[in-house]
């Protein structure tokens, strides 16, 4: 059974630029969820992916933007980076839409100069 | 709304000696409530729920309504429990969490 992962790990941007991060899911888990974690902040959740459709966001504009893909992969997309997105992004896999029984990956670490 | 308040930024215990993380929360219904800790180079991964009333690691956490809380307890620390320990609440299994801000528990030798 292989674990959540996410690409890249660091990643550095500058204002208005577009980002797109990536998450693989953990074997047999159908339903992706992105969160975003300030510095000394926990996680905020961004939205959830499940059965290739959005299913639930977030207090986040709608240039944060997400796919899922048929292997339940999944990406977000930032356009029109701002200082404040930066931030670890991170991805959680689970089945069937659960909050409960979520796997975290290790995270994406992007910073907007 | 619903809210996790997570009072202390960072904790400092001797080894041995017993460990309270508080937690507090707003939510007007029937809670769902989790501690995720994450390990230094590690990732966030699930501690308890109160739902399963279990110890893991010898941590234990009891659900307080009265007092909307859910404090993280341990009677005896070791280093190997120094980490980032987040609460967070859920108002069931398809709402997302809301997670507080996390308190740093340092263990001393």
């Known amino acids: 059974e292989t674990g959540v992962t996410q690409s890249p790990t660091h990643l550095i941007k500058t204002r208005g630029q577009q980002v797109t991060l990536r998450c693989s899911s953990q074997?047999?888990?159908?339903?992706v969820s992105w969160y975003q974690q300030a510095l000394g902040q926990g996680p905020q959740f961004i939205f959830q992916?499940?059965?290739?459709?959005?299913?639930g966001r977030g207090n986040f504009p709608p240039r944060f933007s997400g796919l899922q893909f048929p292997n339940y992969s999944s990406e977000l997309n930032v356009n029109a980076l701002e200082l404040d997105d930066s931030a670890l992004y991170l991805c959680a896999s689970s089945l069937d839409q659960e909050f409960n029984e979520q796997f975290f990956g290790p995270g994406t670490r992007l910073t907007v100069l | 709304a619903q809210r996790v308040t997570q009072p202390e930024k960072l904790l400092s215990v001797f080894k041995g000696a017993p460990v309270e993380l508080k937690c507090n929360y707003s939510?007007?219904?029937?809670?769902?409530l989790f501690w995720y800790v994450q390990y230094s180079r590690q990732r966030l991964q699930l501690l308890l729920r109160h739902i399963s009333r279990e110890s893991i690691k010898g941590f234990t956490a009891d659900l307080n309504k009265g007092e909307t809380s859910f404090h993280l307890k341990k009677p005896f620390a070791q280093e190997e429990d120094s980490a980032m320990y987040y609460c967070?609440?859920?108002?069931?299994?398809?709402?997302?969490?809301?997670f507080g801000k996390g308190t740093r528990l340092s263990v001393i030798a």
């Open positions: 939510y007007s219904g029937s809670p769902e």
């Open positions: 074997s047999g888990h159908n339903t």
């Open positions: 992916y499940y059965r290739e459709e959005e299913n």
């Open positions: 967070a609440l859920s108002s069931s299994g398809n709402t997302p969490l809301v």
